[in-house]
């Protein structure tokens, strides 16, 4: 019995050093930014529309005892996959007669406001599919067939209003997730005037103007 | 601790475990199937005249996840491995994740020892077809017994954590100086072996900053497995090192296994590992290059292998590779077993 003796010994004080660490203050770090850090370090990371909701809350838990990821880790990467997790034919008609209300986030020219909020949300909501220049080739990209917008693209922004833009962040479209539950309505504002005022240019040059700072 | 206050203990655990947990309705029981496969096409001792060419279903491997109720959540995988000829129950456990970053497993698992058993074996993750040396016959992969298995992580600020895995099981159980591969399956005793009151324990502790692409970890087993003529325990202790750095598409990783195996007729130590790494070169292209040794009591069975291969991802959940493994064994024993290996492998 000695094992067993040695054995909880050690195992409950390595339990007592892990419990005496530090809390966390998760909080700087997106879902997205965990998912594509955290996942692909085994595997191809899976996009969010690969699986059902229903599906994700059983993977996400199965994948934190997996990847050893802390409670918060898991539950930010959750709430990103199950943000575009694939629906129901009942769930995606529900979703089309109830879109989210576009018009209450404010006008086109209410929304150009605090783009350095916006560069920072980019990093954090955006840059793991898109890329850090916008390019469509961010680490998770892979994972998604067709590939992510390229935002340097002048086609991908001469048919698309901003309001349109605001509506694919609010409600998804193909594989790209809906933001609405995961950031607030001031923050999808900051991060439409931020894409515009980035990825172009007045006249109508489609160009990237700055590398983010943050 | 005495067996009795140890099943007292275990006894406790279960009912605090019962009363932390909160009862809901059947109806948010989620059970969710996946797996995965591949196919292989294998052309063995390429350069021999007892070459040939086959083919293998290696795996159909089911996979059920579920949150059963609460805190409490159910995972299973159940093997068809060679087209169906060998089943078995890969790992069936529960677990309780009602403890802040703590996760408490009980069943039939994959021993959380180093990265290679636990985490890279599956086909669609391990980039280069076939195990690494070492990791069959001196960490027994896929090792997988019964037990407790406490496991969790520990934030040490925003980006950066500290891992740790331990665990108590049935342990590695056979003859004396049996090789280790064959010391697996002690799922409930073997009945040839008698009773086995000692269990193993082990575990992994790391430290993982994946922001960075780098962690680090070091792993331990020890248990009794056998006993000699007189009755003597005779021991069994495996220790590890792994790490990975990723960046950009590249990714290096290693792994060290060491076990000191007692036995009548002297300690066997028994070395391997290996170093890999790996590169997305295109969205879809992936070169791999693998170096792997194993460093045996008998010399005859060291060796070490170069695999080469190259991996296209078609999707996500699928991928081809094809690769070349260059065998190499020491002069006098030296063999003509090279092999080029093709295998499509998917998980759903």
Not at chain 1, 2 to 25: F, T, Y
Request: net charge negative.
């Amino acid at each position: 019995m000695s094992i067993i003796k040695n054995g909880a010994s050690v195992g409950g004080l390595a339990l007592i050093v892990a419990m005496a660490l530090p809390q966390e203050a998760v909080g700087q770090r997106s879902g997205v930014e965990v998912w594509s850090a955290n996942c692909g370090r085994c595997h191809s990371v899976q996009p969010p529309n690969r699986y059902m909701a229903k599906d994700w809350e059983s993977i996400v838990t199965h994948m934190i005892i997996t990847a050893r990821l802390t409670d918060a880790e898991g539950e930010a990467v959750e709430a990103f996959l199950l943000s575009g997790a694939k629906r129901t034919g009942n769930e995606t008609q529900a979703a089309s007669a109830e879109p989210r209300e576009t018009e209450s986030l404010g006008s086109a020219a209410s929304l150009r406001t605090d783009s350095d909020s916006g560069a920072l949300l980019y990093k954090q909501q955006c840059v793991a599919c898109h890329g850090v220049k916008g390019k469509g080739d961010g680490p998770a990209a892979v994972a998604f067939n067709p590939r992510p917008a390229d935002l340097n693209n002048p086609d991908f922004w001469a048919g698309r209003t901003d309001k349109q833009v605001l509506d694919v962040l609010l409600n998804g479209k193909g594989s790209m997730p809906a933001f609405a539950t995961v950031l607030k309505p001031d923050e999808i504002q900051s991060l439409v005037t931020y894409l515009r005022d980035w990825f172009t240019q007045n006249g109508g040059a489609y160009v990237v103007r700055t590398q983010p700072e943050h | 601790m005495t067996r009795r206050s140890l099943r007292v203990l275990l006894a406790a655990a279960v009912v605090v475990i019962s009363g932390l947990t909160t009862p809901q309705s059947a109806a948010a029981q989620a059970l969710t199937l996946t797996g995965y496969a591949d196919f292989e096409a294998l052309f063995e001792n390429v350069n021999s005249d007892n070459s040939k060419f086959y083919f293998d279903n290696h795996h159909v491997n089911f996979i059920a996840v579920g949150k059963i109720t609460g805190d409490l959540f159910a995972a299973a995988e159940v093997e068809y491995e060679h087209a169906g000829e060998e089943v078995a129950l890969e790992y069936g456990y529960l677990g309780f994740t009602g403890i802040k970053d703590v996760r408490i497993i009980a069943g039939k698992f994959i021993v959380p020892f180093g990265r290679f058993n636990k985490d890279l074996h599956p086909t669609p993750v391990n980039k280069l077809p076939g195990r690494p040396l070492g990791f069959s016959e001196i960490l027994p992969q896929t090792y997988n017994d019964v037990g407790l298995w406490v496991n969790g992580a520990k934030a040490l600020n925003d980006d950066n954590r500290f891992v740790f895995d331990l665990f108590m099981v049935n342990g590695l159980l056979g003859g004396d100086g049996d090789g280790i591969r064959s010391l697996r399956d002690n799922d409930r005793e073997k009945a040839e072996f008698g009773s086995d009151d000692n269990k193993a324990v082990g575990g992994r502790i790391g430290l993982e900053f994946p922001f960075v692409g780098f962690d680090i970890g070091g792993s331990v087993y020890t248990g009794k497995y056998a006993q000699d003529a007189a009755d003597n325990s005779l021991n069994l202790t495996l220790v590890g090192v792994d790490a990975s750095f990723q960046k950009e598409g590249f990714v290096l990783r290693g792994e060290l296994v060491r076990a000191s195996q007692e036995a009548t007729g002297g300690k066997l130590t028994k070395t391997g590992g290996y170093l890999q790494a790996s590169y997305m070169a295109t969205p879809r292209f992936e070169p791999v290059v693998r170096f792997s040794a194993r460093d045996m009591p008998s010399e005859s069975s060291d060796a070490s292998r170069l695999g080469i291969g190259l991996n296209y991802h078609i999707a996500a959940a699928g991928i081809v590779r094809v690769a070349y493994l260059l065998n190499m064994e020491k002069e006098t024993f030296k063999k003509d077993n090279n092999g080029i290996v093709t295998q499509f492998t998917v998980f759903f």
